[in-house]
């Protein structure tokens, strides 16, 4: 089974709303990541997971909070964010590295969550 | 900084067979990966180059040559459903880098 399961589908928000999208994998990875995705644009690196670290964040700005409660899930928290906000969330994982934290292998993504901040 | 160029757009014919070229310029190299996008649906994993060489899987086949910050795509016998954006990404460490992918139609 290779599947990555995100909700919700679809989200509509306000600017000042609080929401969170959630992201489940049942694969034994050990490493999530999430994107942003606009239209007709590649996949953009938000933040990197590593053994439910974050070993990465992109500079990304902090009305995006990520959370790793557990190996399998992976949450993105979002606050005041801005109509240039909208775009596809995707998560995604992979196998982790057993040295250094490094991550191998693949990634599997999620369908995405499709935000609109109204 | 991280350079990756895939063409554009391409068309081809059903049943017939086309490359998908991608060639890259990283700080470092830990893996190519392709990935197949239909509008609207996440990536999904096609193949993935590690070592300079052919990788086949089915009607899918990818090459490698690190020497020259290449990598190509194979599709054989294409079929309508491969009209798709095709993704190619460099992986670095801990972070992929991703092309800004091929839009192939496919016409009958």
């Known amino acids: 089974d290779t599947e990555v399961t995100q909700t919700p589908k679809h989200l509509v928000m306000g600017m000042t709303n609080k929401k969170s999208l959630k992201c489940e994998q049942h694969?034994?990875?050990?490493?999530m990541y999430w994107y942003k995705q606009k239209a007709k644009k590649p996949p953009e690196l938000m933040f990197v997971y590593s053994y439910e670290k974050l070993s990465i964040n992109e500079s990304v700005p902090s009305r995006f909070s990520p959370e790793c409660p557990n190996s399998s899930l992976l949450n993105l928290h979002l606050h005041a964010l801005q109509p240039e906000d909208s775009a596809l969330y995707l998560c995604?994982?992979?196998?982790?590295?057993?040295?250094?934290?490094?991550?191998?292998?693949?990634?599997?993504f999620g369908p995405g969550t499709r935000l609109t901040v109204t | 900084g991280q350079n990756i160029d895939q063409p554009t757009e391409m068309t081809a014919t059903e049943g017939a067979i086309v490359q998908i070229n991608c060639t890259y310029q990283t700080s470092g190299f830990n893996g190519l990966f392709w990935y197949q996008q239909h509008a609207g649906e996440a990536p999904t994993f096609l193949s993935y180059n590690v070592l300079d060489g052919l990788e086949e899987k089915g009607r899918f086949s990818s090459f490698l040559s690190r020497s020259k910050g290449y990598s190509y795509l194979l599709l054989k016998e294409l079929q309508m459903k491969d009209s798709a954006s095709y993704l190619c990404a460099v992986r670095n460490f801990n972070k992929f880098y991703f092309g800004s992918g091929t839009k192939l139609n496919v016409k009958p």
């Open positions: 995604a994982s992979s196998q982790g590295g057993r040295t250094s934290g490094r991550i191998t292998g693949e990634q599997y």
């Open positions: 694969m034994g990875h050990r490493a």
